[in-house]
């Protein structure tokens, strides 16, 4: 079996050439005792975080060009500098078994470099903390929000999103965490480090996990009983529970077979059951439909930047080109979702994104298409001590800075229409 260390290099290595992070908890699953896997993600996230820097550092210490061989020897400083200078291991610990996992990988001319970049980190290491300025977002990251951020709000953005987040879960019986925080809008906030499945009532059904930027779209529907909802990129279900503990008549949909087995079976566990569930492209949904909703929920998908906290390593994977990839397919839906929204129908259009150009971009080059349709003013559904999260337009726009004083939050975009005038 792999060390967590030799784990911790495999994941590190897939998630910066370009595999999915998301799948962190699968490889730590199968490859991994449960003992090991706070220490891993721990490693990986701490790592991500402070890349800017480490890099940096690495910079001036390593003057000659590294070879194509030379990769994984780099992941190894990545790693291992950062345990040095963040995690307060033991020098000898951490130099002796990254040089070994790269003489064992590679040879014993790659396991001395590591071992000597590795040495001259430990020996300035105070010198290496007292100068690091808790730089995160690399300068392509900084390009990516300068569309819609000024500077200094990029760089408020920047800190807080250094921020390790809590655990926010929905509970169908708000008392039932007599230890969580109750934040505005009723969702709890714990500080719990451990298996989620080990928290009381998990079995039983009786919450979920939600964040709580997540979980605002549907609070701003008020009283849904009886509606017919029709939950676009529903997977992996925390709002399309929502909706069905509201009592509206929910149809949900996903492109994805997966996505939609793991809905099934969360839905499963609080027994809660949608009207339908489909699996099909939305757009093709959309353009072929015969039916009609009072509320459209629309998910849509997007670059999910405003996940960072949880997901450091969008600020050194996600593009302007994937930006504007997703805007077009926001585009695709948009286009397209008038048809089955029934007249004087709800159309509410939320993402997970930092990016102007996949929220009031994308409302805008809606309405410019559908002028009978008007803006739900979210203002009266926020409570007064939240009024920094609503736009003059009235729309809901999320930074990772608000909610500071109860730890932050993820960024998100909300935004209500209203079919006919």
Not at 204 to 210: A, I, L, S
Not at 266 to 291: M, T, V, W, Y
Not at 387 to 398: A, L
Request: overall charge positive; proline content about 5%; glycine content about 6%.
């Amino acid at each position: 079996m792999n060390s967590p260390r030799e784990i911790a290099l495999q994941i590190l290595q897939s998630t910066l050439e370009g595999s999915a992070f998301a799948a962190l908890p699968q490889t730590l699953q199968t490859k991994s005792d449960n003992d090991d896997n706070a220490f891993i993600t721990m490693l990986v996230l701490t790592s991500l975080r402070h890349l800017v820097y480490i890099r940096k550092i690495l910079k001036k210490l390593i003057t000659q060009k590294l070879s194509r061989q030379n990769t994984l020897a780099q992941y190894a400083l990545f790693l291992g500098a950062t345990e040095l200078l963040y995690m307060h291991t033991p020098d000898y610990a951490v130099i002796d078994s990254y040089v070994t996992i790269i003489k064992t990988r590679t040879n014993r001319y790659i396991g001395g470099f590591v071992n000597a970049v590795l040495r001259r980190i430990s020996l300035s290491k105070n010198e290496f903390i007292s100068a690091d300025k808790g730089e995160f977002f690399p300068q392509s990251f900084r390009t990516v929000l300068r569309h819609s951020y000024s500077t200094k709000t990029i760089a408020a953005i920047e800190k807080a999103s250094q921020l390790e987040p809590c655990l926010d879960i929905t509970s169908i019986s708000p008392s039932f965490f007599a230890d969580g925080t109750i934040l505005p809008l009723g969702t709890i906030r714990l500080f719990h480090k451990g298996k989620i499945s080990s928290l009381p009532g998990y079995s039983k059904g009786t919450w979920w996990v939600q964040d709580f930027s997540a979980s605002l779209p549907v609070k701003m529907l008020g009283d849904i009983a009886g509606k017919k909802v029709l939950d676009l990129c529903a997977a992996p279900g925390g709002k399309t529970a929502q909706l069905l503990c509201g009592k509206a008549l929910v149809s949900c949909l996903d492109i994805s077979h997966e996505r939609l087995t793991i809905l099934k079976e969360n839905l499963a566990r609080l027994h809660l059951k949608p009207q339908q569930i489909i699996c099909q492209d939305g757009p093709s949904f959309l353009e072929q439909s015969s039916q009609q909703f009072d509320i459209v929920l629309l998910d849509a998908p997007c670059s999910a930047t405003g996940t960072l906290r949880r997901h450091p390593e969008i600020v050194h994977t996600k593009t302007a080109d994937d930006i504007a990839k997703q805007s077009a397919l926001q585009k695709r839906f948009l286009d397209t979702v008038d048809r089955v929204i029934a007249p004087q129908g709800l159309l509410l259009y939320c993402t997970c994104s930092l990016c102007h150009e996949e929220g009031e971009e994308q409302i805008a080059y809606f309405l410019r298409n559908n002028p009978t349709y008007q803006i739900v003013n979210l203002q009266p559904q926020i409570p007064a001590n939240l009024s920094e999260i609503v736009t003059s337009e009235g729309f809901i726009r999320i930074l990772p800075q608000h909610l500071l004083s109860f730890g932050g939050a993820d960024g998100f975009f909300i935004a209500c229409l209203k079919k006919g005038k």
